[in-house]
């Protein structure tokens, strides 16, 4: 299907943001989501509320792949248990090496068998956080790889690429209005430590982690500046 795509959707801000720009711009539309032993499954539960928050006729079928292996083969705050900092060579220790390398194969596998043309990611450059798996290059050599290696045309989206995490709200905002935003506030997830027990006015989180901090300080800037 020429107009039909497969968005990688953990149930975070980005991922949220990235299928409502899918659905908003292809016919068809299907999620998907790994399963790799984080620490928390909690963004994987979100994914429910955020998909029924945007159900339209265009909202296809979701995927679940289980890449328990990620866990083994890695040794990360994200997959163990283990305080979150940066390590010596300025990654910080949720970096899970060449997690987004498997995703997209993995994704491309499926969007291969599932005839979907375009893939969409919602990698960014932006707020660089240390994952080069994350940088545009990294992307654009993984599609052309991707493309030889099964001999396909697929197309890799990564509409958040240069967009800080205000204009990512400002792009939920365009697309869906104060109902999408006021959704993915409150039904996506960030926080490393799966905490869901208090709500801010950013969304749901611990309020201390890197990821609540970047959250935190993106609806603030978002607010400012809508
Ligand atoms: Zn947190």
Not at 20 to 36: I, K, N, P, Q, S
Not at 141 to 169: C, F, Y
Request: aromatic share 8%; net charge negative.
């Amino acid at each position: 299907m020429n107009n039909g795509a497969l968005v990688l959707f953990s149930g975070g801000q980005d991922s949220a943001t990235c299928l409502a720009w899918a659905l908003d711009r292809f016919e068809h539309v299907e999620t998907l989501g790994f399963d790799y032993r984080q620490r928390h499954a909690v963004e994987l539960t979100c994914r429910d509320a955020l998909r029924a928050g945007m159900a339209s006729p265009r909202l296809g079928m979701d995927h679940t792949l289980d890449l328990g292996i990620l866990g083994e083969v890695s040794e990360t705050a994200l997959t163990r248990d283990a305080e979150i900092a940066l390590r010596e060579d300025g990654l910080p220790n949720t970096f899970v090496p060449g997690r987004n390398l498997i995703f997209f194969t993995f994704a491309a596998a499926l969007a291969y068998r599932r005839g979907l043309k375009h893939i969409v990611g919602g990698m960014c450059e932006t707020d660089y956080s240390g994952y080069p798996d994350c940088r545009d290059d990294t992307i654009k050599a993984l599609q052309a790889a991707i493309n030889l290696g099964m001999n396909s045309r697929l197309v890799l989206h990564t509409p958040l690429m240069w967009l800080d995490k205000a204009a990512t709200w400002r792009l939920a905002e365009q697309l869906g209005g104060a109902a999408l935003v006021e959704l993915i506030r409150t039904e996506s997830h960030s926080c490393y430590k799966g905490d869901r027990t208090s709500l801010h006015p950013w969304g749901y989180g611990c309020g201390a982690c890197p990821a609540c901090d970047l959250r935190a300080a993106g609806w603030r800037a978002y607010c400012d500046a809508p």
